[in-house]
């Protein structure tokens, strides 16, 4: 079943509300349990190359953040051009090894390098990555300025009395600023690859868009964010715990969530013979 006809069923009415934001999760899980080995393959990947990246001091945060909208385009591009490819070659069954490694890393690992080989679309995805990063530096500086490192940080600071009142107003902007992040990215990928956006321009549509479907997208986001307010809190508590949780229950999480969003683009988005154009 392809991509966009199995999303088309979950989505059918197009009017997303509160009841909508649980169909593209019901959605998401849906594709992800299609494709086990492909969607959870690809976090594996994403995970080994985060904590790889995480090694190099000081730069290795800006150099994951300045990749994943490159990592995520070649996800949402392999997707929408599903339906279009002939069925993949079956792995080497005379050896079972082989098989495995190909199907949970060799085939997923090419998928999230897939947009490297689109020399109309890499572009783009690099220029996302570069103003994604860009923004996310901005807002970084600006929370080391008001709170003095972490939102967590800047809460232990308060609760011994340091600066209380400044300490709150500086998390609180930070906060606002970090949710208006999210709102301009959300959907920055798909409308940069599949509708041949520009970058800024994609993500100026991406924040109008969660703006004017805000309760079907925070009841779609709700349940990852606790999830990745927990592992944040378990980090504050001990790495290894952190650690634990991001392997268990974010790897869980993480590919439903890529393809929920995926789910809820296409229904803002459908795909028509003139392009992606959003419904009112």
Known sequence: MSMHSSSNNENGNGNPGLGQGKT????????????????????????????????????????????TPMLLAGVVWGRAQ??????????????????????????PAQELMRIFTQEDKMFAAVLLGIVTLGLAMLVKIIGYLL???????????????????TTLLGMALVALLSVLLAMGLLFSVPLTVLANRQPLAAISES?????????????????????????????AKSHWLGYLLVVSVGFLALPVFVAAVYCSYLTLYPPNPSGFRRQS
């Open 147 to 165: 709170v003095g490192g972490s939102m967590l940080s800047g809460l232990a600071a308060s609760q011994v009395g340091t600066a209380q009142i």
């Open 24 to 67: 593209w999760i019901a959605c998401g899980r849906r594709l992800v349990l299609e494709q086990k080995p492909l969607w959870y393959g690809m976090t594996a990947v994403y995970f080994v190359l985060g904590f790889v990246l995480k090694l190099i001091p000081f730069m290795g945060d800006l150099l994951l953040i300045l990749i």
């Open 207 to 235: 924040f109008s868009a969660c703006r004017e479907n805000a309760a079907a997208l925070l009841t779609l986001t709700v349940p990852f964010f606790l999830v990745y307010l927990v592992i944040l809190v378990a980090f």
């Open 82 to 107: 599903e339906q279009h490819a002939e069925p993949a070659a079956k792995p080497d069954s005379s050896s079972p090894a082989l098989a495995l490694f190909q199907t949970w890393i060799a085939q």
